[in-house]
């Protein structure tokens, strides 16, 4: 069952953090991660969430978006991210097809 992780990113360092997704994209793609979004524009539906930018990943399964998250291999990039701004970040199990 598909795991999306869902990340809220506000950014203090542009120039860093253009260098983390240079970084970032092969280490989702070499877990089976994909982006579904990656910052376009956004818009409040209710309540008064306004978040900078909003990053969507959709991985095979929980298993590949913990073991992206943890991999030694993202470390660096990770760290990089945490330097260039702040970020919440969840992951999600998806629903089981035709639920």
Request: proline share 7%; hydrophobic share 45%; charged share 25%.
């Amino acid at each position: 069952m598909a795991a999306y992780v869902i990340v809220e990113v506000a950014t203090t360092d542009p120039d860093l953090m253009a260098r983390y997704r240079e970084l970032a994209r092969p280490i989702v793609e070499a877990h089976g991660g994909r982006y579904l979004a990656r910052g376009g524009p956004t818009f409040t539906l209710e309540g008064a969430w306004a978040p900078e930018r909003i990053v969507i990943l959709e991985f095979p399964d929980m298993e590949r978006a913990h073991a992206w998250w943890a991999c030694e291999e993202y470390a660096e990039a990770k760290a990089m991210r945490q330097r260039a701004g702040e970020s919440r970040m969840i992951v999600v199990a998806g629903l089981p097809p035709g639920a």
